[in-house]
T-cell receptor, first 110, second 113 residues
């Protein structure tokens, strides 16, 4: 079946550190891939997406590349800020539904 | 556009009580979804709808019911509240495009005592 696996948190970094959150997926065919972010007390919102192999999604300094050969969609940011503290969800879309990973809590220290 | 709105924001129920969580979207999306998010956990799909009059079960439908009489509204009904239903409930809407995202409401925090 279709599934998403992402690294467990929490991840704690100092401000300006490099961030990687790993995400791998299992799916038939060619799903679209997404990263969502959830700030405290809010719903999820789209951070970035990629729709085919080798596509790179980017937004707010975050990037992720759709790697079909390794079935991965790792999230990266070169220099994190305190305001990036949130929970990050990797997800894939197949047919009518979006399948979410369990989320990774990110905590940035000033 | 207000996007996806949910009411109430917070609710405390006693075991056995019933309630309806309201969800409305103003983006003319055909697809709507209900998820629950337990503390420290990811999202689990309860029910979804691909259009007015059409609903289908998700991963955890037991204890819940839905209806979709209009494009805009997708209420979630809890008939006999149980402590296991304590959670944060999110409604989302979207379209059929394979690259299209879902848009989430702010959530309803429900506690069953």
């Amino acid at each position: 079946g279709n599934s998403v696996t992402q690294m467990e948190g929490p991840v704690t970094l100092s401000e300006e550190a490099f961030l990687t959150i790993n995400c791998t997926y299992t799916a038939t065919g060619y799903p679209s891939l997404f990263w969502y972010v959830q700030y405290p007390g809010e719903g999820l919102q789209l951070l970035l997406k990629a729709t085919k192999a080798d596509d790179k999604g980017s937004n707010k300094g975050f990037e992720a590349t759709y790697r079909k050969e390794t079935t991965s969609f790792h999230l990266e940011k070169g220099s994190v800020q305190v305001s990036d503290s949130a929970v990050y969800f990797c997800a894939l879309r197949r047919d009518d539904k979006i399948i979410f990973g369990k989320g990774t809590r990110l905590h940035i220290l000033p | 556009n207000a996007g996806v709105t949910q009411t109430p924001k917070f609710r405390i129920l006693k075991i056995g009580q019933s309630m309806t969580l309201q969800c409305t979207q103003d983006m003319n999306h055909n697809y709507m979804y209900w998820y629950r998010q337990d503390p420290g956990m990811g999202l689990k799909l309860i029910y979804y709808s691909v259009g007015a009059g059409i609903t289908d079960k998700g991963e955890v439908p037991n204890g819940y019911n839905v209806s979709r009489s209009t494009t805009e509204d997708f209420p979630l009904r809890l008939e006999l509240a149980a402590p296991s239903q304590t959670s944060v409930y999110f409604c989302a809407s979207g379209t059929s495009g394979r690259a299209d995202t879902q848009y989430f409401g702010p959530g309803t925090r429900l506690t069953v005592l």
